[in-house]
């Protein structure tokens, strides 16, 4: 009956799925009917209005009068439409539509309240946001070098960056960062074209992309990208996201980096074993003094229980009294141990050694007897 009329039809069974569409409908959704036959109606329906009809479908609930729903087609574009919902005698629903005017249901002003809300929202946010409209959309078909190509050399220009933006970017108050050119503060780089091809090959969906950008002084500016972009058909309209400033961040990690390089050295060189032992007795970390006094195969107790190596509650006692004592190493002798605990979250002990005095060695020796 609905196949080639031109209002859009659909039929949405009991669970919840589509299953089947007349040809206006697949126009207006921009998808072949077929590929929309067993998809859920959230493919074709929003959020709230996909809501809506499952409480209709539910209910086995026939509307009143029209009912304003929004559709979204395969590239994402919202369209009102008034509906009508008609159950049948399966427990699906009919879905009659007639797409709706503008003016006749509001929609400039809920176009108006929409963009309000959003520039309120972007506007105060914390983080900075950002977004770059190409006013020459980049094909993305193209193979990859082109593309990057087009991303830096396409005519482009900010659009919709919040206060957060301007301030990460020392934009002097006068200014407004939207009037201000692209590649003043994100200019074509190494290490930014190496990023946009990190981002093409995700499918330009793209997070904590590093990059390296400019203030509006001309400092660099170490930063993380989070990625989002508007493709419409095989076009890329616009790119979008969120900025942190790392540089902070790297100099930190760096200097973490630097201090444990130095005391992976100064371990290194002790003449002492020296050994980092979790509570649960596995050997974290051991310098070369280990393998070469003790002759311990390091490599392979690493993360392992030091079994009858080594008495770990012997450790763990004399680390928690801050004390010492002698110990035997099967092949190297008796040795005066000193245990300590390491701060941090989790529970670890430091012990380091020395070879005892004869009388602590005799002791040793006895105590073993």
């Known amino acids: 009956m609905f196949a080639d009329i031109d209002m859009p039809v659909d039929r949405?069974?009991?669970s919840g799925q589509l299953t089947w569409v007349n040809s206006a409908q697949a126009a207006l959704l921009q998808q072949p009917a077929a590929a929309l036959i067993g998809a859920p109606l959230e493919a074709i329906y929003g959020a709230s209005s996909a809501a809506l009809v499952r409480r209709h479908l539910n209910l086995a609930e026939a509307t009143s009068?029209?009912?304003?729903?929004w559709q979204q087609t395969a590239e994402g574009t919202e369209l009102p439409v008034l509906c009508s919902l008609v159950p049948d005698a399966d427990g699906g629903l009919v879905v009659l539509k007639q797409p709706a005017a503008g003016a006749a249901i509001g929609l400039e002003q809920e176009i108006r309240e929409r963009v309000e809300i959003l520039t309120e929202m972007i506007g105060e946010a914390t983080d900075a946001c950002w977004c770059i409209e190409f006013l020459l959309p980049v094909d993305i078909t193209l193979p990859?070098?082109?593309?990057?190509d087009a991303i830096f050399s396409h005519p482009q220009r900010w659009r919709a960056c919040n206060e957060a933006m301007a301030r990460l970017y020392q934009l002097p108050p006068d200014?407004?960062?939207?009037?201000?050119?692209?590649?003043?503060y994100f200019p074509r780089s190494?290490?930014?074209?190496?990023?946009?091809?990190?981002?093409?090959r995700a499918?330009?969906?793209?997070?904590?992309?590093?990059?390296?950008?400019?203030t509006?002084?001309?400092?660099?500016?170490?930063?993380?990208n989070d990625f989002r972009a508007a493709i419409r058909g095989d076009r890329l309209i616009r790119l979008w996201g969120t900025v942190r400033d790392i540089g902070a961040i790297r100099q930190r990690e760096e200097a973490l980096a630097a201090r444990a390089e130095a005391m992976l050295d100064v371990l290194s060189a002790a003449p002492d074993p020296i050994l980092v032992i979790a509570a649960d007795g596995h050997l974290l970390a051991a310098n070369p003094a280990v393998k070469h006094l003790w002759h311990w195969p390091v490599e392979r107790l690493l993360d392992q229980p030091l079994g009858d190596r080594l008495d770990t509650d012997l450790i763990r006692r004399i680390a928690e009294e801050n004390g010492e004592a002698d110990i035997a190493i099967e092949g190297a002798g008796v040795w005066r141990l000193h245990a300590a605990i390491l701060d941090g979250t989790r529970r670890r002990f430091v012990a380091t050694a020395r070879r005892a005095r004869v009388r602590g060695a005799q002791k040793a020796r006895e105590a073993a007897e």
């Open 12 to 14: 949405i069974d009991a």
């Open 175 to 184: 200014l407004d960062f939207n009037h201000q050119p692209v590649a003043r």
């Open 203 to 214: 499918g330009y969906r793209l997070d904590r992309a590093a990059a390296v950008d400019h």
């Open 190 to 200: 190494d290490v930014n074209e190496r990023m946009i091809r990190a981002l093409i």
């Open 65 to 69: 009068g029209p009912l304003l729903l």
């Open 216 to 224: 509006h002084d001309g400092t660099e500016l170490m930063v993380e």
């Open 144 to 148: 990859e070098d082109d593309i990057v």
